[in-house]
């Protein structure tokens, strides 16, 4: 090997393919979604992949129930690889509700954690108390990631912009967009979607991907989103939930080159294969 080659670089660094803003980045973020993965699993992903993770979210309420001394090691790994790290909705609303969500910041600081996210999957959550809650969290010197969108139910187009307004409006860094809205009732909200690109700087909006937990739906289907949302905006568009072993696929459909020739600005496009060859 050339002594001029970092061997952390990708191989095969002649090829050329589109390229992708290093870490930190401020666009075309992934989000990892932990459901409490063992250390050894974690290092070895952060080890292999780790450049293509920005953010880890520990999901749902695992925080509650992994034990704390384990849950500060995992914290600490994430954070010696310079990925931030996020505690789930669900622990927040659960909290929120309780009247213990002081008690989860100062905790959640303490642990080390980067960020919390504030969302209404379960909660009836009026738009003033999401503001307060988001603006707590940013006092407590957290990051707020607000997330806007039903698991059940549907918001209207209208209203589903006004909770993206709010939230940025009361501080949010960034804001999640429910799956389950968009694509998980048999349709891509294109039309929101492209409501939402005009309106919002595409820096502080992440698209959740549906996550295989859900009814309905499976992996050929999250694929497929995963592949829609970058065709339609671009390499470097945000994106959440992607799975430890999801990482590099998402990587390469991002980059046009996971086999297919959907993206306009993927490798194999630019490379001069037409649209729908095989």
């Known amino acids: ?5 970092d061997p952390s670089a990708p191989g095969f660094a002649s090829i050329p393919v589109p390229a992708r803003q290093a870490k930190p ?3 075309g973020i992934s989000m990892m979604i932990d459901w409490g993965m063992g250390l050894e699993r974690q290092r070895d992903t952060l080890e292999s992949a780790g450049a293509y993770i920005d953010v880890a979210k520990v999901a749902a309420t695992i925080p509650r129930v992994m034990p704390r001394d384990y849950l500060k090691r995992k914290l600490d790994l994430y954070r010696a ?3 931030t790290t996020s ?16 008690a989860l910041l100062d905790e959640a600081r303490a642990l080390g954690f980067g960020a919390v996210e504030v969302s209404d999957n379960l909660l009836a959550f009026p738009p003033a108390e999401k503001a307060q809650a988001i603006r707590q969290c940013v006092d407590a010197g957290l990051k707020a990631y607000a997330e806007v969108g039903k698991k059940e139910g549907v918001l209207d187009d209208a209203a589903f912009v006004a909770d ?3 939230c940025l409006q009361a501080g949010a860094a960034a804001v999640f967009l429910e799956a389950y809205e968009l694509f998980g009732h048999g349709e891509v909200r294109s039309a929101l979607i492209a409501e939402i690109t005009r309106r919002f700087p595409p820096e502080r909006i992440l698209y959740e991907l549906p996550v295989t937990i859900l009814p309905g739906v499976h992996r050929e ?4 989103i995963t592949a829609w949302l970058v065709r339609e905006l671009g ?8 799975e430890w072993d999801e990482l590099y696929v998402t990587e390469m459909v991002r980059r046009g080159m996971a086999g297919d020739t959907s993206h306009p600005q993927g490798a194999y496009r630019l490379a ?7």
Request: no cysteine.
């Open 1 to 5: 090997m050339s002594a001029h080659v």
């Open 25 to 27: 980045r401020t666009r």
């Open 81 to 83: 690889h310079d990925v």
């Open 87 to 102: 505690i789930g909705g669900l622990f927040v609303e659960l909290t929120w509700k309780q009247r213990t969500y002081g």
């Open 164 to 166: 993206i307004d709010t």
């Open 221 to 224: 289907f999250k694929h497929r």
């Open 235 to 242: 390499t470097e568009v945000n994106l959440a939930n992607i």
């Open 272 to 278: 001069g294969f037409e649209a729908g060859e095989p």
